[in-house]
Nanobody, 118 residues
Framework: VQLQESGPGLVKPSQTLSLTCTVS??????????WTWIRQPPGKGLEWIGY???????YYSPSLKSRTSISRDTSKNQFTLQLSSVTPEDTAVYYC???????????WGQGTQVIVSS
């Protein structure tokens, strides 16, 4: 299984950050996987953002829930993160990650740097 993030590397404050994860080698609708977004701000630890499940259900971090939307395109085997009203504090490396049913992820994308700056 391979995951690849894509999207703009620079976003202006107050705009919406949009990233897509393209999955190959496995379907995003296969039971029981959770397709997740995680980020790492510079000098900080990993922050879990949310997931879209094999069923299409979603769950978001409470701290980001009001600004986050994760959707999918099953015909393209992709899932997308949208984070609205970004600020410089949203600057981070963003990863798409696959979790099997359990606490530990098994596949990661390589990550994509997003900088929020005017």
């Amino acid at each position: 299984v391979q995951l690849q993030e894509s999207g703009p590397g620079l976003v202006k404050p107050s705009q919406t950050l949009s990233l897509t994860c393209t999955v190959s080698g496995g379907s995003i609708t296969t039971n029981y996987y959770y397709w997740t977004w995680i980020r790492q701000p510079p000098g900080k630890g990993l922050e879990w953002i949310g997931y879209i499940a094999y069923s299409g259900s979603t769950y978001y971090s409470p701290s980001l829930k009001s600004r986050t939307s994760i959707s999918r395109d099953t015909s393209k085997n992709q899932f997308t993160l949208q984070l609205s009203s970004v600020t410089p504090e949203d600057t981070a490396v963003y990863y798409c990650v696959r979790y099997p049913f359990g606490p530990a992820p098994d596949y990661w994308g390589q990550g994509t740097q997003v900088i929020v700056s005017s």
